[in-house]
């Protein structure tokens, strides 16, 4: 089950000889410095809801301040971001790291060279007097952080949620697994499931009874509508961003 329609594993390349494609230029006026080029790719996508999730790579460029115009959840998997806020103060993220900008949020996005990520995307309306924590930020989880403790006379896992939007539809967060199996259920949200230690095996229902492994550093991602069973080695911790239709 290295893909199925409703099971794929993301490639930082692209899928097989396609690769990644190249996207229309960025409108110079929204520009502060550099031409950049973009490709990327499209794993999953529900238009009418404003809702994509794929990889990306650009060359080098900066943004003028404004608010970002979607909720964005990022892994970077190659090179180097600096987030400007008005204050003047700046998020430097790197290779490794996961991060959500909320929409709305004023920010100015620096890019000094090549930078490649996986991204979930959700261009929605953010619900009138929302009050959500999460929001006025961005958001960029502690992947290393302890969890409560899972495995032989504790829980099954423990998981910790990062990010949450306004409406609710797209959340963030890093869960922690005992060596366990879950029998296949349907799947009711859209997730994104990156390993960042161990092993997680994805089963599919009666219908597709493949499996495939994913070991650290390898993504999965659970189209809605599945059927699909999950087995954990001890010690499994996952990134895992979500989308639930509203």
Not at 73 to 91: A, R, T, Y
Not at 175 to 201: F, Q, Y
Request: glycine share 12%; hydrophobic share 40%; charged share 20%.
């Amino acid at each position: 089950m290295a893909e199925t329609p409703n099971v794929i594993r993301f490639d930082p390349h692209g899928p097989g000889a396609n690769g990644l494609t190249e996207w229309e230029r960025m409108d110079p006026a929204a520009l502060v410095a550099g031409t950049p080029v973009q490709r990327g790719h499209v794993y999953d996508e529900e238009p009418a809801a404003g809702y994509l999730a794929g990889v990306w790579d650009c060359t080098a460029f900066t943004e003028h301040m404004g608010p970002y115009g979607v909720d964005e959840f990022m892994l970077l998997l190659e090179g180097k971001l600096v987030m400007g806020l008005p204050d003047g103060s700046e998020i430097t993220l790197r290779q490794g790291d996961a991060f959500v900008i909320p929409k709305g949020l004023e920010c100015q996005w620096r890019q000094p060279g090549y930078l490649r990520k996986y991204f979930m995307i959700l261009d929605a309306p953010v619900p009138g007097g929302a009050e959500n924590p999460a929001l006025p930020r961005i958001t960029v989880p502690d992947l290393a952080a302890d969890l409560p403790a899972v495995g032989p006379g504790a829980a099954v896992e423990s998981s910790r949620t990062d990010f949450v939007n306004a409406a609710g539809t797209l959340s963030v967060g890093v869960r922690h697994c005992a060596a366990a199996s879950i029998p296949a259920l349907p799947v009711r949200e859209s997730m994104l499931v990156h390993v960042l230690a161990g092993r997680l095996t994805l089963t599919g229902g009666a219908e597709d009874g493949a499996s495939a492994e994913f070991a650290a550093g390898e993504t999965a991602y659970l189209r809605r509508g599945g059927v699909v069973g999950w087995r954990t080695d001890a010690g499994t911790r996952l990134l895992q961003s979500r989308y639930a239709s509203p």
